[in-house]
């Protein structure tokens, strides 16, 4: 990590060890998905986002899940007697030795923290040579959260869990979100003097900075200004919360950003997802991971955009359309019950009602391309792999399985037969 031109080692521990009963599934909690992403996956991509060196995540139960969705992108320590965050920390020493820098310490199932917010931290814990910097929160009712406590001159004097609290302790609001940045020598040391004397019986790694403060060792905190961050996910009441949290987030940025979105409530936009200003976004919308929109473009309701979709400027999408890696050029309209799957649309083209791009033969998808200033026809099927060509005009009801040169008027329906309705009386 550069921080004024000057380089830092950093490494990440992820705790993914857990068992997480209280989520109900037969598969690992960390492996649930907010926004069709991982929650693992989600704090792995964070901590490399921060500039870690290397990523070393903690597993235990269901450890091939998270391997699986984690692959090589990091290091794995194996924790399989659950004995708490200090054993965690224990499992992943390995991976710290005869090293000089930062260790920052998050968690599989608390996914949404901002980028911001954690190089804060690093920062802060460089730049003031903390040997341990937390991340904490004022939080007006704080149960079940371990209390900071600190001196008179507001320094850092321990974290007391809940269940070892005493009455007093237990009025403290500012509150220890679990997630640290320490010095690697300093920590590895502290970590062979902690005890599981406590009420759980486990090794806690909040002990590690009443260990530093008896050797004199600075400590510090970064207070998160917006507490949602630091929640975690223990039950599919939380999954939902922190999904609808990360959803108002991003809708706001876009907002800020200058695009309307008439009902943030039921608009759904992924992650890594670029629109243009003054874009309208309507209501029951979804828009997946990397899709870009241009400006001036007027999206939804009940559109549904899938990942690899490119929009250009001044594009109309209108009600109960889907698309899905389609790439739709200027000023091009799309506006009602279509379906555009592995296809490419020109500039100034009208899509009509009810057409679909028929991109899969059931072993391959196939790719659609119609050309510039095209008008396809109502309940037009294009049967791919198949060109469209520019200034071209398909007849509604049509079935086109051959390309089609520019200029030309194509129509593949049936000839009309009128025949004497039997159930009429001669």
Same mark, same amino acid.
């Given at each position: 990590?550069?921080?004024?031109?000057?380089?830092?080692?950093?490494?990440?521990?992820?705790?993914?060890? *857990?068992?997480?009963?209280?989520?109900?599934?037969?598969?690992?909690?960390?492996?649930?998905?907010?926004?069709?992403?991982?929650?693992?996956?989600?704090?792995?991509?964070?901590?490399?986002?921060?500039?870690?060196?290397?990523?070393?995540?903690?597993?235990?139960?269901?450890?091939?899940?998270?391997?699986?969705?984690? *692959?090589?992108?990091?290091?794995?320590?194996?924790?399989?007697?659950?004995?708490?965050?200090?054993?965690?920390?224990?499992?992943?020493?390995?991976?710290?030795?005869?090293?000089?820098?930062?260790?920052?310490?998050?968690?599989?199932?608390?996914?949404?923290?901002?980028?911001?917010?954690?190089?804060?931290?690093?920062?802060?814990?460089?730049?003031?040579?903390?040997?341990?910097?937390?991340?904490?929160?004022?939080?007006?009712?704080?149960?079940?959260?371990?209390?900071?406590?600190?001196?008179?001159?507001?320094?850092?004097?321990?974290?007391?869990?809940?269940?070892?609290?005493?009455?007093?302790?237990?009025?403290?609001?500012?509150?220890?979100?679990?997630?640290?940045?320490?010095?690697?020598?300093?920590?590895?040391?502290?970590?062979?003097?902690?005890?599981?004397?406590?009420?759980?019986?486990?090794?806690?790694?909040?002990?590690?900075?009443?260990?530093?403060?008896?050797?004199?060792?600075?400590?510090?905190?970064?207070?998160?200004?917006?507490?949602?961050?630091?929640?975690?996910?223990?039950?599919?009441?939380?999954?939902?919360?922190?999904?609808?949290?990360?959803?108002?987030?991003?809708?706001?940025?876009?907002?800020?950003?200058?695009?309307?979105?008439?009902?943030?409530?039921?608009?759904?936009?992924?992650?890594?997802?670029?629109?243009?200003?003054?874009?309208?976004?309507?209501?029951?919308?979804?828009?997946?991971?990397?899709?870009?929109?241009?400006?001036?473009?007027?999206?939804?309701?009940?559109?549904?955009?899938?990942?690899?979709?490119?929009?250009?400027?001044?594009?109309?999408?209108?009600?109960?359309?889907?698309?899905?890696?389609?790439?739709?050029?200027?000023?091009?309209?799309?506006?009602?019950?279509?379906?555009?799957?592995?296809?490419?649309?020109?500039?100034?083209?009208?899509?009509?009602?009810?057409?679909?791009?028929?991109?899969?033969?059931?072993?391959?998808?196939?790719?659609?391309?119609?050309?510039?200033?095209?008008?396809?026809?109502?309940?037009?099927?294009?049967?791919?792999?198949?060109?469209?060509?520019?200034?071209?005009?398909?007849?509604? *009801?049509?079935?086109?399985?051959?390309?089609?040169?520019?200029?030309?008027?194509?129509?593949?329906?049936?000839?009309?037969?009128?025949?004497?309705?039997?159930?009429?009386?001669?």
């Amino acid at each position: 990590m550069i921080i004024e031109g000057e380089e830092h080692y950093v490494i990440t521990i992820i705790m993914a060890a *857990g068992k997480g009963t209280r989520m109900k599934s037969k598969k690992s909690k960390l492996v649930h998905k907010i926004y069709d992403k991982e929650l693992v996956k989600r704090v792995a991509e964070l901590a490399k986002e921060v500039g870690s060196d290397e990523i070393v995540t903690v597993v235990g139960h269901l450890k091939e899940e998270i391997e699986n969705v984690l *692959g090589d992108s990091v290091q794995y320590a194996y924790q399989d007697d659950l004995l708490g965050t200090g054993h965690a920390v224990m499992t992943a020493a390995p991976f710290l030795e005869n090293k000089k820098g930062k260790v920052v310490i998050l968690y599989g199932d608390v996914p949404i923290i901002r980028k911001e917010t954690l190089e804060n931290l690093i920062v802060k814990s460089i730049k003031n040579k903390e040997y341990a910097t937390l991340l904490t929160a004022i939080y007006e009712n704080p149960t079940g959260y371990g209390r900071i406590i600190r001196d008179e001159g507001g320094n850092i004097k321990a974290i007391v869990e809940e269940k070892d609290a005493n009455m007093f302790e237990k009025e403290i609001k500012e509150i220890n979100s679990g997630i640290y940045c320490f010095d690697i020598e300093e920590l590895l040391s502290a970590i062979k003097l902690i005890k599981p004397d406590n009420a759980q019986g486990e090794y806690y790694l909040t002990d590690v900075i009443k260990i530093m403060n008896d050797k004199g060792l600075k400590t510090g905190a970064v207070i998160v200004e917006d507490n949602t961050e630091i929640l975690g996910v223990n039950d599919r009441a939380q999954l939902e919360l922190l999904t609808r949290v990360l959803r108002m987030r991003i809708n706001a940025e876009h907002m800020r950003n200058g695009v309307t979105i008439e009902d943030s409530n039921s608009t759904y936009i992924y992650d890594n997802v670029i629109i243009g200003m003054d874009t309208v976004i309507h209501p029951n919308t979804t828009i997946h991971n990397g899709v870009i929109i241009g400006e001036n473009c007027e999206i939804g309701p009940n559109a549904h955009i899938r990942p690899n979709c490119i929009v250009g400027n001044n594009v109309k999408i209108g009600n109960n359309v889907e698309i899905k890696n389609t790439k739709i050029g200027n000023r091009s309209k799309v506006p009602h019950f279509i379906y555009l799957g592995d296809c490419e649309v020109g500039e100034d083209c009208n899509i009509g009602c009810g057409v679909i791009t028929c991109n899969y033969d059931g072993k391959e998808k196939h790719k659609t391309i119609i050309g510039n200033r095209s008008f396809i026809g109502s309940n037009v099927n294009l049967i791919a792999p198949v060109k469209i060509g520019d200034d071209t005009l398909i007849a509604a *009801g049509s079935t086109i399985t051959d390309d089609v040169p520019d200029g030309m008027f194509s129509i593949a329906r049936e000839k009309q037969i009128n025949k004497k309705n039997k159930r009429v009386e001669e």
